[in-house]
């Protein structure tokens, strides 16, 4: 029995020992996991690709970076002030090229535009705006101010050569006001193209206006049979200058106070006698319909003559680079070089 009862008392101890090994198997195990991950941990951050090692060179990093930066915009300054001064050239300036021109210029922004003509502006630059910037009109700016007076039309009553000049201007506005605008497109090095506001904004493949005479429609249907001569093949009014006038509007480069022409027609068409305008701007910015003649059915004539200015607008060449300037102001104009 005494035996029986030793034999039971070993195998509790046994097993009480067993249970106090498996104890310390774990806690050692649990021992180790920690001082890995405390390693790695410490490798993260204070190793040679840790975190602080990885913060610190972005911070020197970016110290860099702002010191070529700014030794850049010296470098930019200094090629500026030699142009102002006259010891250098445009070439001289690093610029900002076309593209980057077309993703920074925003409609509404100031450009000082050399024509090539020394006659017009200071020596022949303008103040013009930007008027577009994007795929369907590329990059387009628009005089701030007139760059001429032009009449159309021709005062007299019933005065048969005043009204066929008159009805001339009338029926050739488009083409007229376009090849005027184009003349200060042709001696500047920094354009593709002219025209004058108000006709066809869309550009072709070439970057050129290549649709702005084609809104010639008509003939206008008279309510009556009139027997003065060219009467009945009078062009009809076309709505064209609207895209621009949204356009400038928005960027309040619409109201320049003073008159200018729109390349656009307006016709008022009666059974007793007709009407014919050239659309144009006032000094407040309505709308304004300039009269250039009329016809009635009993064979009255008068004509008229109408004087408003001229604002092109120029599609930039792709060579054109910004010297200097950022655009926001007339005095920080853009200032264009090639």
Known sequence: MRKNLNLKKCELLSKKANRKGITLIALIITIIVLLI????????????????????????????????????????????????????????????????????????????????????????????????????????????????????????????????????????????????????AQSSPYALDGRCVGSVPTIGVDGKFNAKNTENVGPVQLQFSSTVEGANTMKDEDTNYTTDQEAMQSTNIWVTGEIYWLVSRQVYSYSSHCDFYIRGVDTTGGLSSIYICHVSSNGNINSYEGAYGLRPCISLNPNVKVISGDGKTEETAYVLGI
């Open 37 to 184: 991950l405390a390693g790695v941990t410490i490798s993260l951050t204070l190793g040679e690709n840790g975190i602080f090692r990885t913060a610190e060179n972005a911070g020197k990093n970016y110290m860099d970076a702002q010191d070529r930066e700014l030794a850049g915009l010296a470098d930019f300054e200094n090629a500026i002030n030699n142009i102002i001064g006259g010891t250098g050239s445009s070439t001289d300036a690093p610029g900002i090229n076309y593209e980057l021109l077309k993703s920074v210029a925003q409609p509404g922004d100031y450009v000082k535009y050399d024509t090539g003509i020394s006659s017009v502006g200071e020596n022949g630059i303008v103040t013009f705006r930007v008027l577009y910037n994007d795929d369907t009109y590329g990059l387009q700016i628009i005089s701030d101010k007139n760059i001429e007076e032009l009449a159309l039309g021709a005062d007299g009553e019933n005065d048969l050569i005043a009204l066929q000049t008159s009805m001339n201007d009338y029926n050739n506005t488009i083409t007229t006001l376009n090849e005027k605008a184009e003349y200060y």
